[in-house]
């Protein structure tokens, strides 16, 4: 049985820095992808980033245009946890930041209808 807890959110002001983590169990990441996804309020769910170990043994990560060179996602699979860097924040970035896990065999890397498990999130919120 596939499990996502995250934790991490909190209050910043615009500039600032946040860790999100996201502790996985049930199955391994070079069969599914942990992806991060952000819901602010009145919007749709849209995917922040994603990452998988490849067949190479290697970490692979992709990234919404909104957030590249501002968050990082990594995974630690001795702890069994993807974290999410989140530097620069902006009041925009302000939303409930959940982690899911879908199967790697399927292609849209941040495409939330393809994630199969979901945390119950946690509210991030940028002041300006």
């Known amino acids: 049985q596939v499990q996502l807890v995250e934790s991490g959110g909190g209050s910043v002001q615009a500039g600032g820095s946040l860790r999100l983590s996201c502790a996985f169990s049930?199955?391994?990441?070079?069969?599914?992808?942990t992806g991060w996804f952000r819901q602010a309020r009145g919007n749709e769910r849209e995917g922040v980033a994603s990452i998988e170990t490849g067949r190479d043994g290697a970490a692979h990560t992709y990234y919404a245009d909104s957030v590249k060179g501002r968050f990082t996602i990594t995974l630690d699979n001795a702890k069994n946890t993807v974290y999410l860097q989140m530097n620069k924040l902006k009041p925009e970035d302000t939303a409930i930041y959940y982690c899911?896990?879908?199967?790697?065999?399927?292609?849209?890397?941040?495409?939330?209808?393809?994630?199969?498990?979901w945390g119950q999130g946690t509210q991030v919120t940028v002041s300006s």
């Open positions: 049930g199955y391994t990441s070079t069969k599914y992808r």
């Open positions: 899911a896990a879908g199967p790697t065999y399927l292609s849209r890397v941040l495409g939330a209808s393809d994630y199969r498990d």
